[in-house]
């Protein structure tokens, strides 16, 4: 009966670690996720601020 409970209990805690195991990796993939959304963000961000100078500058020679 002890062996039992001890192998059932060694089961157990497998299956435990493979769970946090799984969420450790899914929380590696938000992370990676959430950076690739930083990084596009941000290349929009510089590409706007590009677009406006260029409209400014096109509107300024339009009007004078």
Do not use: C, D, Y
Not at 13 to 27: D, F, H, P, R, W
Not at 33 to 51: H, I, N, Y
Request: charged share 20%; glycine share 6%.
């Amino acid at each position: 009966a002890i062996s039992h409970n001890v192998a059932s209990a060694a089961e157990g805690t497998k299956v435990i670690v493979g769970v946090l195991s799984q969420v450790a990796g899914s929380a590696t993939g938000v992370r990676t996720s959430a950076q690739t959304m930083l990084e596009a963000s941000e290349v929009m961000e510089t590409s706007a601020a590009k677009l406006r100078e260029e409209v400014e500058s096109f509107l300024a020679k339009v009007a004078s």
